[in-house]
């Protein structure tokens, strides 16, 4: 069966947004404008499967918000909303929960990493997190997905619930008029030279929000300063770059900053190391400081303008809470009907 194509995509507002959640997200989000109807999630109800300080987290839900707007999002043309506004989600989710087996989630990497060895004090939340995510996708029946590789495992089993879902009610989903199946598979989209961003400090490590080394990563609320000091003190190796891709490989700080270079541009790791194969670390990382001085500022720039009216922020997050629910409400009306609970 042929679903509507519609894209799907969430960012957590658990604080410091950096440049992996940029390259590897948000400024694929912003590509997909062009060709497909797209709905992109605030995921507060996501944050919260970890403790947030009440009195921070508005800032922080405005702060990704005012991000995808200023990294070009359009909230008219598309949807732009938090989670926590859409009730659907959370009910979706408790039917996915009833769907998903608790071997497949046994084998997320992320609840392992995230829970660590302290796993008997982790939140029921953390553990039934990738249900949600499922649910805050098919919910819209979205068809495609952009998110950074570190989610693909994520997808995958988004996947599965999907399919086992059409499997599970398939004599009802072709008795209530849907056709074959109900959840289309949403397929990942993880392309680009920066899908794994990774540590300014250790190239074998992602660049994350919650390391306890600011110069590990570069926020988007950091201005030019902190952006050039954070690049010049990056962890390097001592040989200068090579002229073709092959020589990246087992040097991985090497990589990663002409990853970054190569996604900051619209170019290629091929074509950065045509122009700066055989340049020293300190030359390159010059120029990179430049780009990314370029590249960055008008968006942060942009967000602390945007996040100076947070009331006009939440009145975008409301109109695009409003027309999301449109959709999800249709979603779980059916899902009702396919599962056989009585409704009004
Ligand atoms: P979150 O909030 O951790 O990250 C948001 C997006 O940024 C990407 N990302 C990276 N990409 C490249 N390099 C990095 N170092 C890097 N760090 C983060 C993530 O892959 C993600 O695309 N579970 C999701 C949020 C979510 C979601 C969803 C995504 C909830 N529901 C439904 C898609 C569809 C998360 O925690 O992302």
Redesign the pocket.
Known sequence: MAFQERV?????P?GNLHL??Y???IKRFVELQDRYSCIYCV?DL?AITVWQDPAELPRAIREVAAAFIACGIDPQQHIVFNQSQVAEHAELAWVFNCVARLGWLNRMTQFKEKAGKDRENASVGLYAYPTL?AA??LVYRATH?P?????KQ?LELSRDIAQKFNNDFAGSIRDKGFGDAFFPLPEPLITGE?????SLRDGTK???KSDASDYSRINLTDDADAIAQKIRKAKTDPDPLPSEPKGLEHRPEADNLVGIYAALADSSRAAVLAQYGNAQFSTFKTALVDLAVAKLGPITTEMQRLLRNPLAIDAILADGAARAQKLAHETMKAVKDIVGFVRR
């Open positions: 799907f995509s969430g960012v957590q658990s992996g959640n390259l590897g997200a995921v996501h995510m805050d996708i997905v998110v950074g590789e570190d989610q994520h920066a899908t794994r961003v990774m992602k660049m994350s």
